[in-house]
């Protein structure tokens, strides 16, 4: 494995890293996601693999996936002072079964969610407490805001996540899908009072969405902001033919859409180019797109599911895999411009 540093911080992680959001109880949130006996493996797996580098956030399968993250990190021996350990705040973590994320605000407050959710140094400080809980850690390496919070005082926020990082809590704060002013206001609040500033984005990003060019990556490049896109497969429609896309149980699951989009005729040529260098190369399409998004020099790692260990293999495999610049342009000249999808 060849490790790289998380933008100009001195954190050093895998060029791949594992997206936990696949990993939790399906009776949850998402009936996708695959149940501890099945996890643990694949977790083990990627360690053994040299990937050293998980992301999770603690809604989650309503807080399942960084509880099978922790037990994996426990049973298995790794070493911890080794991995990178992210999680994130922001969102309600649901009691049981409560899918308290597809509710509105009042009706998350009615059901005794009052203060359990944003960025409010009530909920944060709650929110890492409870994070550690589950993981069964001393402490979290990269603590991210799951989305930006209009509510609250970007100066409360950052103070807080600043006092959490000098407490030994948390040693690096990140930051999710936004708008690209959002996290300026953060990162300029944090450098006028000395505080801690984000080290990282986690934003969506792959060969079919590429709003995110626009402001967000200068943006994270003007700050040393290491970018970690999520959903670097397009939530597997770059994974196989488009046709068959909605055949798949995460495609059904999302009604033919992706992040909000229904994939259009760009998309599908875009699709079918990255198949054609996949059956070129002897690789799979899952592999030419993980390239393809680390190839761009604003990319530090890429979080992506892996449900098998065969996907697991898959990823790493494509670090090493270099695609042309005629390759690459190949699929870039195929973009068409979209709608901002991602954050709100």
């Known amino acids: 494995m060849k490790y790289v540093q998380l933008g100009s911080s001195g954190l050093r992680v895998s060029p791949v890293c594992v997206g936990c959001m696949s990993f939790g109880d399906p009776n949850t949130l998402m009936s996708w996601t695959i149940p501890e006996e099945e996890s643990l493996p694949i977790l083990d797996h990627a360690y053994k693999s040299g990937i050293n580098f998980f992301d999770t956030a603690d809604m989650y399968a309503n807080g399942t996936s960084e509880e099978i993250l922790g037990k994996a990190i426990r049973e298995f ?61 001393d402490y979290i390496d990269l603590l991210q805001i799951h989305r930006a919070d209009p509510t609250v005082p970007a100066r409360e926020t950052m103070e807080t996540l600043n006092d959490l990082v000098r407490s030994g809590k948390v040693r690096y704060i990140g930051a999710s899908s936004m708008w690209a002013h959002q996290m300026l206001e953060y990162q300029y609040t944090a450098r006028q009072h000395g505080w801690s500033e984000f080290i990282s984005m986690q934003n969506l990003y792959n060969p079919i969405y590429r709003e995110e060019e626009r402001e967000m990556m200068p943006s994270c490049m003007k700050f040393g902001m290491g970018v970690i896109p999520w959903s670097p497969l397009g939530m597997g429609y770059l994974t196989r033919p488009w046709k068959t896309w909605g055949d798949t149980s995460r495609g059904q699951a999302q009604a033919g859409r992706v992040a909000g989009g229904i994939p259009d005729e760009s998309d599908q040529r875009i699709n079918e180019r990255i198949e054609v260098i996949a059956t070129e190369r002897g690789v799979s399409m899952a592999a030419v797109a993980i390239a393809w998004v680390l190839s761009k020099p604003f990319i530090t790692s890429v979080a992506t599911g892996m449900t098998k260990i065969a996907r697991v293999d898959e990823a790493i495999a494509a670090i090493d895999l270099k695609l042309t610049e005629e390759e690459i342009k190949s699929i870039d000249d195929l973009y068409q411009p979209k709608a901002v999808r991602g954050h709100f």
């Not at 991995?83 to 009706?107: C, L, M, W």
């Not at 400080?125 to 994070?131: N, Q, Y």
């Open 77 to 137: 021996g790794w070493r911890r002072e080794s991995i990178v350990v992210a999680t994130k705040v922001f969102n309600p973590v649901g009691r049981g079964n409560d899918k308290v994320i597809r509710i509105s605000e009042d009706e998350r407050n009615n059901l005794g969610y009052v203060n359990q959710y944003g960025l409010s140094r009530k909920h944060i400080l709650s929110a890492v407490d409870a994070s550690l809980k589950r993981l069964g850690l």
